[in-house]
């Protein structure tokens, strides 16, 4: 991370599946791969159940949608010197960007219905 002021940093709040949070500080150019990174080499005290093995596994996600490694907080436009939450979770693979309509296009033959008895 490079040094900058605190104004222009970026600061996240960090939230787990299980519900508990952490505030961190990042620069603008920071990837999503380097949040993970950082995060996994400083997991916060308390969150021991949720270790992880590998910081390739985490995955962020920001309104709705999981960040892919190269995406720059600058490039999402979050406001400086601001709290942004973001969620936390242990990902192997990542969904391709709009892939989601293609493959409901693409499997014909599939149901997506439930049945509830």
């Keep these: 991370m490079t040094t900058q002021t605190d104004i222009d940093m970026v600061h996240l709040r960090l939230i787990l599946v299980s519900g508990k949070t952490q505030d961190f500080t990042f620069s603008p150019n920071d990837s999503a791969t380097d949040i993970a990174k950082h995060v996994f080499d400083n997991w916060p005290a308390g969150w021991e159940e949720e270790q992880v093995s590998s910081p390739g596994i ?27 939450v973001m969620h936390l979770v242990a990902r192997e693979t990542l969904p391709e960007p709009n892939s989601h309509g293609q493959r409901n296009r693409e499997k014909t033959t599939e149901s997506n219905c439930c049945l509830l008895l």
């Excluded at 979050?78 to 942004?84: D, N, S, V």
């Design 58 to 84: 985490l995955r962020l996600i920001f309104q709705g949608r999981f960040l892919h490694g190269n995406v720059t907080l600058g490039a999402l436009k979050l406001p400086p010197g601001r709290t942004t």
